[in-house]
């Protein structure tokens, strides 16, 4: 396990989707960054995009937000996706595994491209990868939730007692930090709950064949990326860059 990195917003670059296929190497990881804030015009795009299940999904939403959020989400991976591929957004397809991760499916042709997805409160995470499990997760921080009984039931003992050691105004971003680590591991692996899993706020390097980098991907959201393998190059890009167009 690798020692985290910290990203802040300027870590990321801007790179417009359609300014060419997208080159991934094995060795590479590419995150993406996006706001989920889209005008009604860009929504109806991505909705277009989309395959009959996923609009019938997105109507399922009881809130607006909620369903706009998804559309934002799901579309943009679309997009991106599509850039990896050289195919139009409408013709990406994809399968689910059994705890429903999504993944491209065989007829696509795609070897080894592999991705995750998080979104919290207007803000997206899209890792892609090649050949290697990836899993990202973010979070809004909501420090009424840290201060909850959640992490005792989660961490393990130590953690606990770290985070209840930092200064109150500190905790809620410890918690969301080990929270979003362990929720990151999990979704690479393509498993809901794992038991005896236990996340570390503070982890050491190890020998494991785990990268982890912690994610601060907003002033109000935390996050984390977990990737197997090692020696492992990180690229972070954000959308949209400006004047570049959905359509």
């Not at 919290?120 to 050949?131: E, P």
């Not at 499990?133 to 979070?139: F, K, L, N, Q, R």
């Amino acid at each position: 396990m690798a020692d985290e990195a910290i990203l802040v917003p300027t870590g990321f670059r801007a790179r417009p989707l359609a300014s060419g296929v997208i080159g991934l190497d094995a060795d590479e990881v590419h995150l993406w960054r996006a706001d989920l804030s889209l005008s009604v015009r860009e929504l109806a795009v991505l909705l277009n995009h989309m395959s009959e299940d996923e609009q019938a999904r997105a109507q399922r939403f009881r809130f607006q937000k909620n369903r706009n959020e998804f559309i934002s989400a799901r579309g943009l991976l679309r997009k991106i996706l599509a850039s990896y591929l050289d195919i139009e957004p409408v013709q990406v397809k994809f399968s689910y595994e059994a705890y429903g991760k999504p993944e491209l499916a065989d007829e696509l042709d795609a070897p080894g491209l592999r991705f995750n997805v998080s979104h919290s409160h207007g803000l997206c995470l899209y890792a892609i990868a090649r050949g290697r499990d990836v899993g990202v997760d973010v979070e809004y921080i909501r420090p009424d939730l840290a201060r909850e009984r959640i992490a005792e039931s989660l961490f393990s003992p130590a953690d606990v007692a770290a985070i209840r050691a930092l200064p109150l105004d500190m905790q809620a971003e410890a918690f969301f930090a080990c929270w979003t680590r362990k929720e990151a591991h999990l979704k690479a692996l393509g498993k809901g709950l794992l038991d005896g899993w236990r996340a570390s706020v503070c982890p050491k390097p190890t020998t494991s064949d785990w990268i982890f980098w912690r994610l601060v991907p907003g002033p109000e959201h935390v996050g984390a990326l977990a990737v197997k393998g090692e020696h492992l190059r990180l690229t972070c890009w954000y959308w949209p860059d400006e004047g570049a167009p959905l359509d």
